[in-house]
C-alpha cells in the first residue's frame, strides 16, 4: 500500500544524504499524498511528517536541516503514504505514527485494528484514525514498558487480519524491529554493520547499484519473508526468525530515554494541501425526487422490447432480432473456450519461468472479486508464489484496498501498489465529468475511467524491473461489454477478445469519434488531455504481456463467491448482492447513467453472456437485474465527492438527458 524504507547505523558515508534522498524518490509510486521521517540519534528521536509527497519532503527545510546538514549520520526511517484511514491533511494521521514510547512506520492495512483495540485497550481512546497506531500502542505497551517483544511480535502475527509490514523505533532500546506478514520488506546488509530496507526488492538493488560507497552485492539483498521479523541494533541484528519460532530471550540493549521531538510542520511549510473529502460520502440523505425520477424511468424501461434468449433491450447500440425474437449478439455468439489446468501447466513449465527463483510471476490485483480468486487458485491449488500488482489511480474504494490486504495478509504475498498522483489524477476526472456535464455523450464516457489505462504501463514495468517473464491475470470473458464502443459508432464484430482487442480501423474510427466530440465541446481540451492521450496508448497500443487463469479454468461463479467469502471472510458491500465492480469507484456512477439514459447497465451484459454460456436461466438473470441495476446511491456520492463535483447538481443533468426509450 505505502511506501516504508530505512538506512540503520550509517557510518562514515559521503552518500548517506543523497542515499535517503533517493529511498524517497524510489518509493514516491507507493504513494503520494503524505510523507514523513523520524531519525534516531544517541539522545533524541526526532519525528517529521507533512501531506506531500516524498519528492517534495525532500526540497523542503525540514529535509535539509535534518537530513543533509547533520554532521552525525543517524539511523532513519521514512514513509510515502497512501491514504486509507485518515485524511492526509490532518497531521497525526500521517506516518511516522508515535504512541508515547513506540515510533513506527507501517505499509498495509490492518482490517481487524478496531476489534484488535477494543480487546488490548479497552476505553482506552486513539489519538489517530490510522489503523497503523495499533501496531505503536502494542510497541508502547508491551515493548516500551515491559520488555515482552516475544508477545508483541505474536500478537501481530496471530492476530492481525490484512497486511503489515512496519520498522519500529523505541524511545529506550537501541534497535529497530522489521516485522512483515506478507513479505514486502527487503533489505541488504554491508560489513560495516549498515543496513538499508524498502518495500521492494527494486528499490534496495537501485540503491546499493547506485551507492558504491555502501559496498553491497546485489546477490546480497534478502527478502523478509512472509510472517517473519528482525531486530537490528549496532551491533548487528540482535534477533530474527519466522512467527511459529519467535525466539523466547530477546534482550534488548537499554539505552537512557530519548526525547522524541516533534517537528512542527507549520515551520517548514511546503504548501497547502487541498482538502480531501473522500471519506464523507455517506453525509447526506437521497432525495425523494431522484428516486422517484428512477422509479419512473424503470417502469418505462421495463417494457422495452427485450431479446426472447438473453436480456438485451431493443436500446442496445446495433441491435436487431430475428423472427423468434433472439437478437443477433446471441445468434453471432460464440461460446468461451476453455482448455484445462494442465494445459496452463504446460504453458507455464515451457516459459521462461525460472523455477529456481522466488518470485515466480507477476498478478494484475485489482481486489476485485475475479483477481482475488485468481490469486487464490494461483497460490493454494497451483503452488506458485507470486507478486500481487495493484494500480491506485484514485478511484480504488477502501472496500477493495481492504480486500487486497485479507488476500495478500492471508496468502503471504508480496503486493506492490504503484500510486499515481491521486490528487492530480481526480482533478483529470473531475474536468473530464465536469465537460462531460456540459455535452452528455454516452459514446464519452470512459473519458471518465482514462486515468486507470496506464495500469499496463506499470505492469510490464514491474515485470521488468523484478525480472519476471510471466504475468497471469483472472479476467473473465463473460465481463466483455461491446456497448460502449458502439456507442462510439462502432459495429460489433462479435469475435472473442478483450475490450482492447479493436482493429486498427476501428481504432480509428474510435479517435474520429472523440476527436469530433472534442471539437464539439472545447471543454474537454484541458490540462488531462495528456493523461488521456498516454491512456489511449496504454490501453489500445501497447503489448499486454498477460496469460489468462480462465482461459484455462472455467469460471463458476458460485465458487468464486464462496471461497472468498467463505475462506477470506472477503468483504462486500451493503448497498448490493453483487460481488461485481464493488471495488470500482466510478462503476456506480457510469452505470447510473446508463441506465437512466439508454435502458441498461454492464450488468445486462454480463448477466446475457452468462445466458448464453448455459450458467443461468433467462428468468434467474431478470431476477438478479431487479436489485443490481437498482442505484447504490452511497457509492455516486463517493465518486463525485471524491473528484470534487456536487453530486445532486450532477444527477439533475443526467436525469434530464433525453432518453433512448
Known amino acids: 500500500m505505502c511506501g516504508i524504507f530505512g538506512y540503520l547505523n550509517p557510518k562514515k558515508n559521503a552518500d548517506y544524504a543523497n542515499i535517503i534522498k533517493k529511498l524517497y524518490e524510489l518509493s514516491d509510486n507507493r504513494g503520494k499524498e503524505a510523507s514523513g521521517f523520524c531519525v534516531n540519534d544517541e539522545g533524541e528521536l526526532s519525528v517529521y511528517k507533512t501531506p506531500f509527497s516524498g519528492t517534495a519532503l525532500v526540497k523542503g527545510k525540514a529535509f535539509d536541516e535534518y537530513i543533509i546538514k547533520q554532521e552525525k549520520k543517524l539511523s532513519i526511517i521514512g514513509h510515502s503514504r497512501l491514504v486509507t484511514d485518515g485524511y492526509e491533511h490532518e497531521d497525526q494521521n500521517n506516518q511516522p505514527v508515535i504512541s508515547d514510547s513506540c515510533i513506527a512506520v507501517h505499509n498495509g492495512i490492518i482490517v481487524n485494528h478496531k476489534e484488535l483495540w477494543e480487546k488490548h485497550f479497552n476505553g482506552q481512546q486513539k489519538k489517530t484514525a490510522l489503523d497503523s497506531e495499533l501496531i505503536t500502542a502494542l510497541g508502547n505497551k508491551l515493548i516500551g514498558k515491559d520488555l515482552k517483544v516475544e508477545l508483541f511480535l505474536k500478537i501481530l502475527f496471530n492476530e492481525v487480519k490484512g497486511v503489515f509490514n512496519t520498522a519500529i523505533f523505541l524511545d529506550n532500546k537501541d534497535c529497530c524491529i522489521l516485522a512483515s506478514n506478507n513479505g514486502s520488506l527487503y533489505y541488504a546488509i554491508n560489513s560495516k554493520g549498515e543496513l538499508v530496507f524498502a518495500s521492494e526488492k527494486f528499490i534496495v538493488s537501485e540503491i546499493v547499484s547506485e551507492f558504491v560507497s555502501l559496498d553491497i552485492d546485489i546477490e546480497s539483498i534478502k527478502h523478509l519473508e512472509a510472517n517473519s521479523y528482525l531486530i537490528f541494533s549496532e551491533t548487528g541484528i540482535v534477533s530474527s526468525g519466522d512467527s511459529k519460532d519467535i525466539d523466547s530471550n530477546i534482550e534488548l540493549i537499554e539505552v537512557d530515554k530519548k526525547i522524541i521531538n516533534y517537528i512542527s510542520g507549520e515551520k517548514y511549510l511546503l504548501g497547502v494541501p487541498k482538502k480531501n473529502t473522500s471519506m464523507e460520502y455517506n453525509a447526506k440523505g437521497i432525495p425523494e425526487r431522484f428516486r422517484l425520477h428512477f422509479s419512473a424511468c424503470k417502469a418505462k424501461i421495463d417494457k422495452l422490447k427485450r431479446c426472447s434468449k438473453c436480456l438485451l433491450p431493443e436500446t442496445f447500440p446495433y441491435i436487431s432480432y430475428d423472427d423468434k425474437g433472439e437478437c443477433n449478439y446471441c445468434i453471432n455468439y460464440n461460446k468461451n473456450k476453455v482448455t484445462s489446468i494442465a494445459d496452463f501447466k504446460e504453458v507455464l513449465s515451457s516459459s521462461r519461468l525460472d523455477k529456481s527463483r522466488e518470485p515466480k510471476c507477476l498478478v494484475p490485483f485489482s481486489g476485485g472479486r475475479d ?264 457509492s455516486i456520492q463517493w465518486y463525485c465527492n471524491t473528484i470534487g463535483i456536487d453530486w445532486e447538481d450532477a444527477l439533475k443533468v443526467i436525469n434530464d438527458i433525453p432518453k433512448r426509450y
Open 371 to 634: 483477481s482475488s480468486y485468481g490469486l487464490h487458485y494461483l497460490v493454494k491449488e497451483l503452488g506458485l508464489k507470486p507478486i500481487a500488482f495493484s494500480y491506485d489511480w484514485g478511484m480504488l474504494t477502501d472496500l477493495s484496498r481492504r480486500n487486497q490486504a485479507l488476500m495478500c495478509g492471508e496468502l503471504g504475498v508480496e503486493h506492490i501498489l504503484i500510486s499515481a498522483d491521486i490528487r492530480k489524477k481526480r482533478d483529470n476526472i473531475r474536468k473530464n465529468v465536469s465537460a462531460w456535464l456540459k455535452r452528455p455523450s454516452l459514446g464519452t464516457i470512459p473519458l471518465f475511467m482514462a486515468g486507470d489505462k496506464q495500469y499496463f504501463y506499470f505492469a510490464n514495468l514491474l515485470m521488468k524491473q523484478n525480472k519476471l517473464d510471466v504475468s497471469i491475470m483472472g479476467e473473465n470473458m463473460l465481463e466483455t461489454t461491446m456497448f460502449k464502443s458502439g456507442f462510439c459508432g462502432i459495429k460489433p464484430k462479435f469475435e472473442k477478445g478483450h475490450t482492447y482487442s479493436l482493429s486498427m480501423g476501428d481504432k480509428m474510427k474510435m479517435m474520429a469519434f472523440y476527436g469530433k466530440e472534442y471539437l464539439l465541446n472545447p471543454s474537454y481540451i484541458n490540462s488531462s488531455i495528456l493523461d488521456t492521450l498516454d491512456a489511449f496508448k496504454s490501453y489500445y497500443v501497447m503489448d499486454h504481456k498477460n496469460l489468462n487463469l480462465f482461459d484455462y479454468l472455467k469460471w463458476n461463479e458460485t465458487e468464486v463467491n464462496n471461497t472468498l467469502l467463505n475462506q477470506y471472510n472477503w468483504e462486500t458491500d451493503p448497498e448490493t448482492k453483487s460481488t461485481w465492480r464493488i471495488g470500482d469507484g466510478t462503476a456506480s456512477f457510469y452505470n447510473y447513467i446508463y441506465y437512466v439514459v439508454a435502458g441498461f447497465t454492464e450488468n445486462d451484459t454480463f448477466r446475457s453472456n452468462q445466458i448464453r454460456e448455459g450458467q443461468i436461466s433467462r428468468e434467474e438473470g431478470l431476477r438478479l437485474l431487479e436489485s443490481e441495476n437498482y442505484p447504490r446511491w452511497n
